[in-house]
């Protein structure tokens, strides 16, 4: 099955309203060859994708948020709702990042509950998984992540409703990368559990590989076989590095 492949920028606790010209250089670049061959998505800061679903209309770039509370609504002081970010005009949702499992405690089971949300609220959830180093070192990279697939992708996941991402921890803002051997290990795992639980229109459902994701690596790194694309951190900040990075797919 061909998969029209998605880079996303996940711009974490990084930026203000001024980033939000580099938005509209990426709208820029996104010429029709682009457009003809991948999507792009940008996920802000929560504050900003208000403004920033606003500035991406008729761009075809996607905006997507970082995180979102499992409850529609009600005292959660400080949360917001899959409803909400729906409202504010995003598409999407990032659900269990390495970063809120390992600093906000996220367990598999709340990571289920957000990525429920957001289908609920009519969102697609990215959901993120990967090992730690120990975890590689001590080769549980493929247990880790199986278990981790089998406990966090909701029930009934589609390729409209789930995008999964492999972001193995220690390549996060490293500037270290899997080999494509493991990558491809890894994504032929999650492929195999996505369509063994859900059946074979799963084989549809996008798995991106994030982790220190380059305009240098870009191309090796997304021509592995079952990589639909990327997930991309520091990269995704500037216009014209999240370009290149897309470029792969030019
Ligand atoms: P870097 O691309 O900065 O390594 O971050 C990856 C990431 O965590 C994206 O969600």
Redesign the pocket.
């Known amino acids: 099955m061909s998969v029209r492949p998605l880079v996303a920028g996940?711009w974490?606790m990084n930026g203000t309203r001024s980033a939000l010209k580099e938005l509209g250089l990426m709208a820029e670049g996104y010429d029709a060859a682009l457009r003809a061959s991948v999507d792009l998505m940008i996920c802000p800061p929560a504050p900003l994708v208000f403004l920033a679903a606003g500035a991406a209309i008729g761009t075809r770039i996607g905006i997507g948020a970082q995180d979102c509370h499992a409850e529609a609504s009600g005292a959660f002081t400080g949360e917001v709702s899959a409803e909400m970010i729906a409202d504010a005009g995003a598409g999407a949702v990032?659900v269990g990042?390495?970063?809120r499992r390992q600093y906000f405690k996220e367990t598999d089971a709340v990571v289920e509950a957000k990525a429920r949300a957001a289908i609920r609220a009519g969102l697609a959830a990215i959901v993120?998984v990967g090992e730690t180093r120990e975890e590689r070192e001590a080769g549980k990279t493929l247990g880790v992540v199986g278990r981790q697939v089998a406990r966090s992708v909701p029930e009934g996941a589609t390729p409209a409703t789930v995008i999964v991402?492999y972001?193995p921890v220690w390549?996060?803002?490293?500037g270290l990368t899997p080999t494509t051997a493991d990558i491809a290990e890894v994504h032929a795992l999650i492929r195999k559990k996505l369509v063994g639980r859900h059946g074979k229109q799963a084989a549809g459902i996008r798995i991106l590989y994030?982790?220190?994701?380059k305009p240098a690596n870009a191309k090796e790194l997304m021509a592995v076989p079952n990589v639909d694309g990327a997930?991309?951190?520091?990269?995704?900040l500037k216009a014209a590095d999240f370009l290149a990075i897309a470029a792969a797919y030019r």
Do not use: F, P, R
């Open positions: 996940n974490k990032i990042h390495s970063e993120c991402a972001e390549a996060i803002g490293t994030g982790g220190s994701v997930l991309v951190g520091g990269a995704s």
